[in-house]
Nanobody, 122 residues
Framework: VQLQASGGGLVQAGGSLRLSCTAS????????MGWFRQTLGEEREFVAG????????YYSDFVKGRFTISREKGKQSVSLEMNSPKIEDTAIYHC????????????????WGQGTLVTVSS
């Protein structure tokens, strides 16, 4: 499986932006898809994730209520809708796949997309 992320760019604080991630191979019901973000000098941090089979979603506290993760099984894709972004949401966002299921730990994800830069301006 390979992951291709897209949709990053410049957005004003309080606006909205949608990130997408498409898998080239098949994603199975037991898999877990996540979005992480990383800023310079910092480790990747979990943003949101979704169980591919059930669609159950998980969010970090700093995006809960603002971001929404969703999946389209037929398109083998996962999206992250970023509403009311804040300046501190500026980062490179990566989508990732955990074949063993639910996790919020970056080292438990097996496949990573290339990352897409999101810049939030005031």
């Amino acid at each position: 499986v390979q992951l291709q992320a897209s949709g990053g760019g410049l957005v004003q604080a309080g606006g909205s932006l949608r990130l997408s991630c498409t898998a080239s191979g098949r994603i199975f019901s037991s898999h877990f898809m996540g979005w992480f973000r990383q800023t310079l000098g910092e480790e990747r941090e979990f943003v949101a994730g979704i169980r591919w089979g059930s669609g159950n979603t998980y969010y970090s506290d700093f995006v809960k209520g603002r971001f929404t993760i969703s999946r389209e099984k037929g398109k083998q894709s996962v999206s992250l809708e970023m509403n009311s972004p804040k300046i501190e949401d500026t980062a490179i966002y990566h989508c990732a796949l955990a074949m063993r299921g639910y996790s919020q730990q970056a080292n438990e994800f097996d496949v990573w997309g290339q990352g897409t830069l999101v810049t939030v301006s005031s």
